[in-house]
């Protein structure tokens, strides 16, 4: 196992510190990380478990919006490639949600093409 990969069990332990007061919506009410566990999963498996950078990203993904832990943090934690990624994937929570909708259509667009 790579020493990245290692870091990716960091970053889950992290996030689960980080989210540990958060749970769910619905009526289950599951902690936050299941969440956070099932996206991570869902990216390593359409990845083939190619990049450990975009695992650790999907594990922190909600990090900056839903816990305010500053980009900068992550930086120094997990490196600059994984915080460009958990901070291109960052709603803007002042904006209205059909708005932050539609950047992150705008994003991920201008991603591709660029």
């Not at 958060?22 to 999963?41: C, D, F, I, S, T």
């Not at 594990?59 to 600059?80: K, M, N, S, T, Y």
């Amino acid at each position: 196992m790579s020493a990245r990969w290692v870091d990716v069990l960091r970053a889950a332990d992290t996030a689960a510190q980080w989210h540990r007061n958060q749970r769910r919506k619905g009526e289950a009410a599951e902690p936050y990380v299941n969440h956070l566990l099932e996206v991570a999963h869902l990216v390593t498996d359409a990845t083939q478990g190619s990049d450990p950078d975009l695992a650790i990203a999907a594990l922190l993904h909600d990090a900056i919006e839903d816990c305010d832990v500053p980009r900068a943090q992550i930086a120094a934690l997990f490196g600059e490639d994984v915080a460009t990624l958990v901070a291109y994937v960052t709603d803007d929570k002042r904006l209205p949600k059909a708005e932050r909708k539609a950047c992150r259509f705008r994003r991920c667009r201008a991603s591709r093409i660029g």
